[in-house]
């Protein structure tokens, strides 16, 4: 069975850190795609970064680059998002999602698995 289970979100200062944590199963890193996706109120999904599985190229979008950094370890099937410098415009639900191989854009809807999502609060 295919999971994808997000945490370490909470609530942080502005300028503040977190590590999100996806761990999955029921599928091996080595073959899929695993993107972080963020939703704030009223807001449509946003792609936040992706690691291909096939050459381990990494992608950000503009909002984060510089602050956050994607990362895996294969053997705890885990992928990692570390966020950095976090501003109050990062609060938002942070989602997790798997696609084959290769990062394909920025859809959501056009991943193959989802987790249920982590909230992140950037508030003073």
């Known amino acids: 069975q295919v999971q994808l289970v997000e945490s370490g979100g909470g609530l942080v200062q502005p300028g503040g850190s977190l590590r999100l944590s996806c761990a999955v199963s029921?599928?091996?890193?080595?073959?899929?795609?695993i993107s972080w996706f963020r939703r704030a109120p009223g807001k449509e999904y946003e792609g936040v970064s992706c690691?291909?599985?096939?050459?381990?190229?990494?992608y950000y979008g503009d909002s984060v680059k510089d602050r956050f950094t994607i990362s895996r370890d294969t053997a705890e099937n885990t992928v990692y998002l570390q966020m950095n410098t976090l501003k109050p415009e990062d609060t938002a639900v942070y989602y997790c999602?798997?696609?084959?191989?290769?990062?394909?854009?920025?859809?959501?809807?056009?991943?193959?698995?989802w987790g249920q999502g982590t909230q992140v609060t950037v508030s003073s």
């Open positions: 999602a798997a696609e084959r191989l290769s990062c394909s854009g920025w859809s959501f809807y056009a991943r193959e698995y």
């Open positions: 029921g599928f091996s890193l080595d073959a899929y795609a």
């Open positions: 690691l291909s599985s096939s050459d381990g190229s990494t």
